[in-house]
């Protein structure tokens, strides 16, 4: 049997030799991707690998047994394919997280070769609970911490037995929770009452997302978890217990360590700087439970207060309506920034987040901008930008990241997770992301129906890559090598056969039957094309084909002669 690949003729190579020197045309293709929730993945964060050729993505969930947070891999932001186990092993070497494990970010340092994961976790040990809240009784303690790995894969290792250097600390709170009993559902039916409570306390903290900026300053967004954050409101004449999303400048040792083995620290500029607030602070409840002694700062960027917004309303009514069990909350989480400029050379800061209840349908997500890191940040008019769609049965929108494709620094994309009902799981789901710092705007393209590759996965090349006794395994590469899952269901090969032979294919393998070739007269060909799925009920599938500037494109298929 002889195998015969297809043959790409371009415009470029049929051009005189004097037009050598012409930028060549970017490759393009007709593929497209459907967003059919079957990779189960929760507060997603998506990051191109360079070294890999492949866009990685890290989540909450879809780990298996014995790990924290799963990790799938792309060649084109939608075939995911599951890499065993997790990022993290729960019997691996300084785990301090005794809950959560929520919300994981890899960056990569390339001078380094490290790659570091941000991600949040809770204490539920009473004595490390007091060591960085003060209280053996903090409701939900959650700290952010970081683990390293030489790969994007993994296993990633805490840098050490404890979350990062950061105690931030709110001196001017009235800490309504000392004047509650637990299960702590019901604040103070008055502002006055809960003034009476005393003033301070620490910030438990999840959903990190680091930032560089372009002066070489580092900065931590994470949101303050709603918990012990009982805001009265005016405007309902109650306390609702509220998330606010927060930024801090982080020190450079950690992200310079050529071993990887120093824990991030807050900026010199931010810590202590609550030192001596408020009047009479007492550090610990008693000697049993030596609570912490610094108290450091942050800078406001998302809440209510600032700038409110109807929307993000959706549960401040819940404690009536679930019957006494659940509490009046709002929600701001799961940041994403990024900068850009407009035509002027002004920096703008986009900062995206998510409101209300991730497990509600009315999950969504909002934008705000600013011209500084540090804000203030003004939140868009137009928020929602990105919310549920029963029509197309999309539901709870949100808690993504931001990637540019791997061929255009200017082409985003928004990874999120969203469900396909509103009791079903979270999945990941892939929308293109548009900005135009000019008008401050920011948007969505649809996550349904029939979406364009990103750019860079063009030119595919498909090819046997192995097997035997007539059956051939099927590979078919993006542009930088990443292999497609051909058992994912939004991709096939389908097979053509010409003469006397049968075929059959099964997943990545084809099997060409040799005895129907032997019975048949002359030779037989099985021409193989790559497919991609579609939402059109009428014609599912399409022939992927591809070419340079303006050519219509050639299919993209393998001939195997017999």
């Known amino acids: 049997m002889m195998v015969r690949f297809a043959v790409l003729f371009t415009l470029a190579s049929l051009l005189p030799a004097a037009f050598a020197k012409i930028k060549p045309a970017t490759w393009h293709t007709n593929g497209t991707y459907i ?51 997790g990022a993290i092993k729960n019997d691996s070497t300084n785990i301090w997280a005794e809950d959560w494990w929520w919300a994981p970010e890899v960056y990569y340092n390339e001078k380094t070769g490290w790659y570091f994961l941000f991600h949040a976790g809770r204490f539920l040990n009473a004595t490390k609970v007091a060591e960085y809240f003060k209280y053996p009784d903090f409701e939900e303690a959650s700290k952010i911490g970081v683990a390293v790995s030489r790969s994007p894969q993994g296993p990633f290792v805490e840098i ?115 030192k001596g607030e408020p009047k009479d602070w007492q550090t610990s409840v008693n000697s049993s439970f030596p609570g912490p002694t610094r108290k450091d700062g942050w800078v406001a960027v998302i809440s209510y207060a600032l700038q409110p917004q109807a929307w993000e309303n959706a549960h401040v009514n819940d404690h009536a309506a679930s019957g006494g069990t659940l509490k009046d909350r709002r929600w701001s989480e799961g940041s994403t920034t990024i900068k850009r400029y407009d035509s002027s050379g002004n920096p703008v800061y986009y900062l995206t987040y998510s409101a209300n209840n991730y497990e509600s349908p009315d999950y969504g997500v909002g934008y705000a901008v ?66 135009e710092p000019d008008s401050l705007y920011l948007g969505f393209g649809p996550d349904a129906g029939d979406l364009r590759l990103p750019s860079g996965v063009a030119p595919l090349s498909i090819k046997t890559e192995g097997g035997q006794n007539g059956t051939y395994e099927l590979v078919v590469r993006s542009a930088s090598g990443a292999k497609f899952d051909l058992s994912n269901p939004i991709n096939r090969v389908r097979v053509e056969v010409s003469g006397g032979a049968t075929a059959q294919v099964n997943g990545g393998l084809v099997t060409i039957d040799g005895n129907a070739t032997a019975k048949s007269k002359g030779s037989s060909t099985v021409r193989v094309v790559y497919e991609r799925a579609r939402s059109n009920e009428t014609a599912p599938w399409l022939a992927v084909s591809q070419a340079r500037g303006i050519d219509a494109g050639d299919v993209v298929d393998l001939i195997i002669d017999v």
């Not at 507060?43 to 360079?50: A, F, I, L, M, Q």
């Not at 299960?183 to 620490?202: F, I, M, Q």
């Not at 500084?372 to 769609?389: A, T």
């Not at 799981?425 to 929308?431: H, P």
């Open 370 to 435: 600013a011209d500084k890191v540090s804000g203030p940040y003004y939140k868009s008019g137009s928020n929602p930008v990105l919310s549920q769609d029963a029509s197309r049965s999309i539901f709870s929108t949100g808690h993504g990241s931001v990637v540019a494709s791997s061929a255009n620094p200017g082409e985003l994309y928004y990874p999120h997770h969203a469900r396909p009902s509103p009791d079903d799981d979270r999945y990941l789901y892939t929308a293109r992301l548009f900005v």
């Open 35 to 85: 967003n059919n929730a079957t990779t189960v993945a929760a507060d997603p964060y998506v990051r191109w690998d360079k070294r890999s050729g492949a866009y990685w993505a890290y989540s909450t969930e879809g780990a298996d047994e014995g790990w924290y947070y799963g990790i799938y891999t792309s060649p084109d932001l939608a075939t995911w394919t599951k890499i065993p186990g």
């Open 160 to 274: 050490a037995d404890r979350p990062i250097d950061y105690y931030p600390f709110d001196p001017g709170y009235d800490d309504v929770n000392l004047i509650m009993q637990p299960p702590y559902l019901v604040p103070p039916s008055t502002h006055e009452e809960g003034k009476t409570a005393p003033k301070g306390t620490y910030i438990p903290s999840i959903d990190p997302d680091v930032f560089w900026d372009d002066d070489g300053s580092i900065w931590l967004f994470f949101s303050r978890n709603a918990y012990r954050n009982w805001v009265w409101s005016d405007e309902f004449g109650k306390y609702i217990e509220e998330s606010n999303i927060y930024a801090v400048r982080l020190d450079n040792a950690w992200w310079n360590d050529p071993h990887a083995k120093t824990l991030p620290s807050v900026h010199s500029s931010f810590k202590d700087v609550h």
